[in-house]
């Protein structure tokens, strides 16, 4: 069996209170060309806990790569952003910013906290299919992930 048989699957972690986008993602990836693992939180204090492996998340998988809802409940996606990278175990992980806002102000405060990248959703079913599968195309494919993914 050759090393790039043997690779283990990239872990994403999706951070998104909207089930419905939680769904589309899901089934995107899942017909797509990449060997994903889709976690899902609900909310940025979930995630923090995911991340950190804490509460019901002991022995969760450090993800890959994360795909970030600004507009989430509990702790938003700007507060989430704020602790990941503040936190030295966690601040590599590629966080993409997947959000509704096309806010300037949101632009430019999640490049401030060192998001990878900003994309905002669109509202047509069609163009969020390919938003998804560039995602998948771009950070899964192409782009070399920390941990040698």
């Not at 022995?59 to 994360?66: F, L, R, T």
């Not at 990248?117 to 998948?136: M, T, V």
Request: hydrophobic share 45%.
């Amino acid at each position: 069996m050759t090393a790039e048989m043997m690779k283990r699957p990239v872990e994403i972690l999706l951070v998104e209170d909207n089930p419905g986008d939680v769904r589309l993602i899901r089934e995107i990836l899942r017909e797509g060309k990449s060997d994903c693992l889709l976690h899902t939180c609900e909310d940025g204090e979930e995630a923090l806990a995911f991340l950190r492996c804490e509460g019901r998340h002991v022995g969760a998988v450090s993800p890959d790569i994360i795909l970030l809802d600004l507009n989430l409940p509990r702790k938003d996606g700007m507060g989430l952003l704020f602790a990941i990278k503040s936190d030295d175990r966690l601040k590599r992980i590629p966080v993409v910013v997947l959000t509704s806002s096309e806010a300037e102000r949101d632009i430019l405060a999640a490049y401030d906290m060192h998001a990878n990248c900003y994309i905002a959703k669109p509202a047509n079913l069609e163009q969020f299919i390919e938003i998804i599968r560039a995602i998948e195309n771009f950070w899964l494919a192409i782009v070399k992930l920390p941990g040698g993914k």
